[in-house]
């Protein structure tokens, strides 16, 4: 805890100093009164009056075709909840630093004042044609799946929910990679996961698409079940994926005997004595921010060789920063309007592959591997 | 024409070429996986979670005291009229380079796919907290009246339609120097505005706070009387200002005898007969783009000495940018939340006392004079 506390006043510290980690800048000079001529009046009147004429062009002659609005109603910001714009405002510019330094893209941090779908969805169409692309980002589930739906549908540019897919993504990747080193099949294994939000929805549909494995998933109140009377649309959606025996019970109960926990909960659920009710070799994946649900030490002391966290200081960093970068290059370059679930399954495959040869503490690429852009953009077709 | 043929055609060339003319970049490297922790995970959550608790410091810890959105729906663009978003974003985009190679600040073009007031005000609002001012661009009167009125009320950060304000500011500079060197009176003067526009109510207002001149504002249809029964609500607040005794007729029949022609309306609408039956030693400025109300050899071939244009080519060029720039740097660096009509008043005057000595051919500084910035910057407080 004590180096948690350093890192975050390092970082007030060099936000303040900086103020901001992103800027605007010029692609040509204005070295003398004749460039704005062209880039401003009257010059820029000729290119107006084309790219009113052929919409479709205008991203050959601004910005349009490498920029991607982040765009967040701060209503579910990294661990922190519903903390509002101004509370999302430094995340979002960070991601958008990570667009910049990772894939060269342009990314605009937008934080709304607006907090229902209806609201959301009309603030996004209203600006789209500003961008190249709408990353989602920390809006609170279920809210983010009907808004996500309803972008997709209506705007022509690519919208992509990072905290859904991007984690899915990328937890697949893993997944890929330590059934290798176990030699088992993600078909036959038993998951359980913990969290049925934004990031644990797009898992469970990820992995059911990809495997048809038998999954569970756990939310406060113990497994989701077809029983439950509480229930929210999206919670009610996951049975069909999920529990198809209609099962009750607690975390505890149900992760007996199963393969594999993937956690996007909360800090320390899983206790030792849950892990070695699991099967033989089992694999957590637990990424719960900035604390995991069992922290690595304590699941190697019960028996655990392959361990992923949300965590940079841990081996295998499950990170969606391996993923989104290249998904928005590949459907930027390619002008690919749609992310569809095909090509969520090929940059899993793709961002597997980059490990040749997978082991306990390394089944997940670094975000710092370069290949990994160029790799998924391709894929993105 | 042939040089404004010339100048799009390179024009098309130089965007095609760059593609666009702003990027983002980031203001610290990211040398290593390190500087991920304090700008993005784990760290950033502290300053989040600091935000989140004192909305008021964002701006000391993301780019949100150096930002704003040069908004536009696209429907009054340039001399273009109703082109649309696409059309629009060549020019905001270009709008944000001014504002970055003048000012050092961070302007995002936003175009918008709704162009009802309601959905525009709905719009901005929402993605108000992203910015620390909005300036509104090339919307079409009377429209964007109202939507600046709303905005003003309801955002805590400066709003300022610049088709309005900044050509009013740069108008009344210019003047306030053309009466030195005629040695007339504002208060005294007969103005023929030809264009009830944005700018030329913009224009109307700021003249009648300043010095209440007598005042007479022609559109299409004739000059702007009690008697005529099509306008909208937008010409008629202007009877408040202009045309006291209630005349009608034609722009010939009323710019007899005025001492000063300000043209915001379109190429050629000024005769040399009209100049002619002009009070003597008169005054033009004709700002239609590209092409002037009356070329200035016409003008001086009818005895005028003071012209001015819109454009870089001749003397004496009205352009916003003079003005917009040094606004926006001051109501950032002073958190100055409304613009308000005495600050429109002090610009005008810093601006036209940055002209030593005042010429015919030199009433208003370049917009390369790198004195203006900081001068008008100064008194927006």
Known sequence: MTNKKDIGAQALDKHAEFRGKIQISLKDKIDDISKLSLYYTPGVGTVSGYTAKHPDETRNYTWLHNNVAVISDGSAVLGLGNIGPYGALPVMEGKAMLFKHFADIDAVPI???VHSADEIVAAVEAIAPSFGGINLEDIAAPLCFEIEERLKKSLPIPVFHDDQHGTAIVVLAGLINAMKITGRKLEDAKIVIAGAGAAGTAIIKLLHQYAKPSMFVVDSKGVVSPNRKDLNEGKKQLLEYTNPSGVDGSL?????????FIGVSQAGLLTQDMVRSMHKD??????????????????KKAGVRIMATGR???????????????????ALDNQVSNITDAHKRAAA?????????PTPEFIIPSIMDERLVPAIADIIR
């Open 111 to 113: 934080v709304l004042n």
């Open 252 to 260: 505890e109960d149900i992760i007996k005997g199963s393969d594999i």
């Open 282 to 299: 089992p694999i957590i994946f637990a990424m719960a921010n900035p604390t995991p649900e069992i922290m690595p030490d304590e699941a």
């Open 312 to 330: 940079s200081d841990f081996p295998n960093q499950i990170n969606n920063a391996v993923c989104f970068p290249g998904v928005f290059r590949g």
């Open 349 to 357: 495959e793709v961002i597997a592959n980059l490990v040749k040869n």
